[in-house]
């Protein structure tokens, strides 16, 4: 479950260079470091990618980690995201078992959450939720109860809250 | 001159003048398979390159060539098990801040990812132990990587780097260029290590350094890679602190000065150590806190505040909360500090009352020397002796290499180091086997110097190959072997913590290697010495000869400890004293 008190979400700006993953996610393993949740895609600048990384605190103090992963040549910028003043995101989706008795129930879950259908057989139903990582664990639970087959999530992706006036487009 | 025909040369001849263009005069290294094309321009280059006996010895020697030259050394060897050799060097150089560049052959690019023949994934098995490393892809990017490596082992915290080099990338030929250092800037933008210090930390540590009563100036091997020795002179003798200088600081500041307490830590003497305990502000210079250093965290300087300067922001907090953490060049910063005192003091400031500090300390120094017992007429050796022998017949400027255990704990306690870039050893990692290729790599840079290896039975049996290296490349160092024909320093944890069951740990060696025949096989002129009398006179005789290695092998007292010990994870307050002094523990506890 994503939503621990311990967590603390890192935006990591890197050049994107070959091992470049493997450089951060060797310095977490070789300091002790837990990562919770990783997401890496390119960034908006040419050359560039953007980790998002969850970082489990229970390991080691945020500013030692930071620091750490700012000594790594390939990192140019890190966000600590306080998820008070930042707009979380994840993608989940599931295998779930939608027998004739249940399939209803299940269609009805992702009607309320807003998700989608987007597989179906007999048996079984893929549904898929994009949403605030918490709103995604809520799903997993109440779809849990009819028995998820397979699950993948992203991990989240994150960024800094808009001012005031951009913000209130935002709905979380 | 016009550039307009691009100048067409192979990647290896791209290589070999990148490196000239670095101003690398000197290098280390092995060929092998991956790495030929490069060996094959390296012919027509001025540098001079020393043919090792194994790449750890090429690492090694490059880090003692950079330990008194502040250059960074540089290592090339081949692929696979030749990359995997210097896996060693480069932590070692990784932990104790040396700059140093390695350069590795690869399987050509096709063929990586294979398992081809002496294939290995030497930037994935490197990367936890370099502060940067890249695989090239395309002779093209030969110069920048180069000059990116320099760039990255040189500034900030200094580091080892490796630039990893595919075959087909050496033997295919390229357009020669040679990177601005606006472009090699440009290709790092996530790496600009701060110098400067910010400027209110470094008020507050004048204030902070006015208002003690009991400073301590904690000086670490930073002051080193800073070239800071002077300035840290400078404000030592301004505000006339006590100065304890780690086993990576050793030289930083002279030993024979009246403010200098020496080494503090597990094997520091006792003043050292209860002077940091006691402190009420510890001014960390270029010095990380090992644990080698605090003892018990918890219990280690509780009454002092801190002023860290460091140019690693991750060392600040990293194991004590600094009061005014600086990140900065600790030449620069200290300088600021000083001015900053100055200005103060301009203004009317006066300093606290520190005599009541000095006069503590100055009677634990009577009370508490470094001291060791002199051994019986016909009995072993003891090796602080030795040492102090060794130093009294040093000429001026000899450079000390030391392996790892218990010789090297009497180098540092019973050498006199009164000039920087002096004393080369493994510090962070403690590798066995550093003295001789150090000293090697050491004597290769400063070949006017005197340099002595200190070295143990065990540390010599792992890298004296590299003694045939010295013969053959002119390179006469000298090696102080204390042959106590044990792992004396595990022999100690064994004696003191395991109820004396010595498990694995006598190498048996009073006979078996013979080391005087082995040194002499190797070109080298060999010395065996069993009676006090006889030591002075054989350092005498190891003095006189320039022509070719020597190695004295003293046989030492196997029963001999290191004192005073903090025993790992206890606290400083609790360190063990020589068996002479524990009569006065006590003493160390008393204010006055
Ligand atoms: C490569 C390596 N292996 C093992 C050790 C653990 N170790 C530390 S000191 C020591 C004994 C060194 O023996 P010797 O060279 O004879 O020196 P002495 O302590 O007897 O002076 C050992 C085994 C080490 N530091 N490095
Ligand atoms: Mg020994």
Redesign the interface.
């Known amino acids: 479950m994503s939503g621990s008190m311990n967590h603390h979400i890192l935006s990591v700006l ?2 994107n260079r ?2 470049v993953l ?2 951060v996610a ?2 977490f393993a ?1 300091r002790g470091y837990n990562i919770f949740s990783l997401a890496v895609a390119p960034a908006e600048q040419e050359g560039r990618s953007r980790i998002t990384i969850v970082v489990d605190l229970d390991s080691a ?1 945020l ?2 980690i930071t ?2 992963l ?8 890190i966000s600590e995201l306080d998820p008070r003043r930042s707009v979380e995101r994840e993608l989940l989706i599931a295998t779930v078992r939608a027998g004739t008795e249940a399939r209803g129930a299940v269609l009805e879950l992702v009607t309320i959450f807003e998700g989608k259908i987007i597989a179906v057989a007999d048996e079984v139903l893929t549904v898929s939720l994009e949403g605030h990582p918490d709103k995604l664990d809520d799903f997993e639970d109440l779809l849990d109860s009819y028995g998820i087959v397979e699950l993948q999530r992203t991990g989240r992706v994150a960024l800094p809250k808009l001012d005031r006036g951009a913000r209130l487009r935002a709905v979380n | 001159m016009a550039e307009t025909r691009p100048d067409r040369i192979t990647g290896a001849q791209a290589l070999i003048r990148a490196l000239e263009h670095e101003h690398v005069e000197l290098m280390f290294g092995y060929p092998g398979g991956c790495i030929l094309p490069a060996y094959d321009p390296l012919l027509d280059s001025e540098i001079r390159h020393v043919l090792v006996r194994h790449e750890q010895g090429a690492g090694h020697a490059a880090e003692g060539y950079a330990h008194v030259t502040g250059k960074p050394g540089v290592a090339m060897v081949t692929s696979g098990p030749a990359a995997t050799n210097l896996v060693t060097p480069l932590m070692d150089a990784y932990m104790d801040s040396i700059p140093m560049v390695a350069i590795t052959g690869q399987v050509p690019t096709a063929a990586i990812g294979s398992d081809a023949f002496q294939e290995c994934d030497t ?2 098995i490197t ?2 132990c370099t ?2 490393n890249e ?1 090239v ?1 395309s002779p093209a990017d030969i110069p920048m990587a180069i000059r990116q490596a320099f760039h ?1 082992a040189t500034t900030g915290r200094p580091g080892p780097t490796l630039v990893d080099i595919p075959k087909d990338c050496l033997i295919a030929e390229m357009d020669w260029y040679w990177p601005t250092d606006q472009e090699v800037l440009d290709s ?4 600009r290590p701060n110098i400067k210090g910010h400027p209110r930390m470094i008020k507050e540590a004048a204030k902070l350094i006015l208002a003690s009563e009991r400073p301590v100036v904690y000086a670490g091997g930073g002051i080193l890679k800073a070239r800071a020795a002077e300035a840290l002179r400078d404000l030592v003798e301004l505000i006339d602190a006590p100065v304890v200088t780690t086993l990576m600081a050793r030289g930083a500041f002279p030993d024979d000065h009246p403010n200098c307490l020496g080494m503090p830590g597990m094997h520091g003497n006792a003043t050292a150590v209860t002077s940091m305990q006691k402190s009420d502000l510890l001014i960390a210079l270029g010095a990380r806190f090992d644990d080698r250093i605090t003892g018990k965290v918890d219990a280690f300087a509780p009454t002092a505040k801190v002023i860290h300067v460091d140019i ?3 060392e ?3 194991v004590r909360k600094p009061d005014v953490p600086i990140v900065g060049d600790a030449d620069y910063v200290i300088r600021e500090i000083i001015r900053e005192i100055r200005a103060r003091q301009a203004e009317g400031a006066t300093q606290a009352d520190t005599s009541a500090w000095k006069s503590t300390i100055s009677g634990w120094r009577e009370q508490f020397p470094l001291t060791y017992e002199m051994s019986e007429p016909g009995a072993a050796l003891k090796p602080q002796y030795c040492i102090q022998q060794l130093h009294a017949h040093a000429p001026e400027g000899t450079i000390v290499a030391s392996g790892v255990g218990q010789h090297q704990m009497y180098a540092s306690q019973f050498w006199r180091f009164n000039e920087p870039y002096t004393w080369v050893n493994s510090g962070g990692l403690g590798t066995m086997g550093f003295a001789i290729p150090a000293a090697i790599g050491a004597k290769a840079a400063r070949p006017d110097r005197t340099v002595w290896a200190v070295d143990g039975d065990g540390c010599f049996q792992m890298t004296a190959q590299e003694l045939v290296t010295a013969t053959l490349e002119k390179l006469p160092i000298k090696v102080a072997l204390l042959n106590n024909s044990y792992l004396g320093m595990v022999r100690q944890w064994q004696e003191m913590f395991y109820d004396e069951r010595y498990s694995e740990v006598f190498l048996d060696s009073s006979n078996t290697p013979d080391f005087v025949m082995w040194a002499e096989s190797m070109g080298c002129a060999g010395f065996r010495v069993e009676s006090p009398e006889e030591v002075a006179p054989t350092i005498e005789k190891a003095n006189a000869i320039n022509d070719r290695p020597v190695v004295i092998e003293f046989r030492t007292d196997a029963a001999e400890g290191v004192f005073p010990m903090v025993p790992a994870g206890a606290s400083n307050d609790d360190l063990i004293l020589h068996p002479s002094q524990q009569d006065r523990a006590a003493a160390l506890q008393e204010e006055r």
């Open positions: 890197v050049q070959p091992g493997a450089r060797g310095l070789r103090p500013e030692q620091k750490q700012f000594k790594l040549i390939d990192v140019i910028k | 930037v994935g990367r936890s502060k940067h695989l892809m990255i790092l933008p996530g790496y690693d922001p991750a600040q907090g990293k």
